[in-house]
């Protein structure tokens, strides 16, 4: 039985990972934030819910490093203190930055991969591994282009960052194989 490399995963697979690494994230997300009167957090007010709110910007970053995957607290947390100052444009480029890193090493993995046919099914037909290709490297582009515009005008650049992260969210496009050469069903159970 020969196996797909990966190609074609069930949702169950990916479902499962997915809920571990929310499951995990989520709670170093919400540790963060310290309640107002706690050793660490900000001080206690008499007006507990006023003191919750002064924590705005603490708020926005959990809400934004959520959004982004859940990897981002301190980058997320830079730029919500620095929204609105002299400092918004670098802090935005700084996470712009930290979203495009993942790309960036999956685009290095698929280049290797899909160069020396070791890591991906040798079954898959070439336009497919094109498609994909053009597909990694444009979203990395935009990216990359993300972090620049970032610097110039910040709520674009990360809301372009933003859109581009949610890109790799798209379901792919269903593989592709070799005329004669498409995995059984078993297989593609199998993975």
């Known amino acids: ?3 797909t ?3 074609e995963h069930g949702l169950k697979r990916f479902a499962g990972f997915t809920d571990a690494v929310f499951a995990i994230a989520l709670t170093l997300l919400f540790v963060e934030i310290q309640p107002p009167g706690s050793p660490d957090g900000p001080p ?6 006023r003191a919750v709110a002064e924590q705005w ?3 926005l970053a959990l809400i934004v490093s959520f959004l982004g995957i859940g990897a981002l607290p ?7 203190f620095h929204l ?9 480029a700084i996470l712009a930055a930290v979203l495009l890193l993942p790309s960036l090493f999956w685009l290095m993995k698929w280049f290797y991969a899909s160069r020396h046919r070791r890591l991906i099914d040798r079954r898959l037909a070439p336009d497919y591994v094109t498609q994909m290709t053009r597909r990694y490297v444009a979203g990395t582009a935009v990216l990359a282009l993300a972090v620049l515009i970032a610097l110039v005008a910040p709520r674009l650049g990360l809301g372009l960052s933003f859109a581009a992260t949610a890109y790799w969210i798209l379901p792919q496009p269903k593989p592709r194989y070799r005329s004669g050469e498409e995995p059984s069903e078993e297989e593609r159970t199998n993975d």
């Open 84 to 92: 609105g100052s002299a400092g918004e444009a670098e802090a935005s």
């Open 1 to 3: 039985m020969a196996s």
């Open 44 to 49: 206690a007010a008499a007006d507990v819910a």
């Open 57 to 59: 910007r603490d708020h």
């Open 5 to 7: 490399h990966g190609a």
């Open 74 to 80: 301190y980058p997320a947390r830079l730029w919500a």
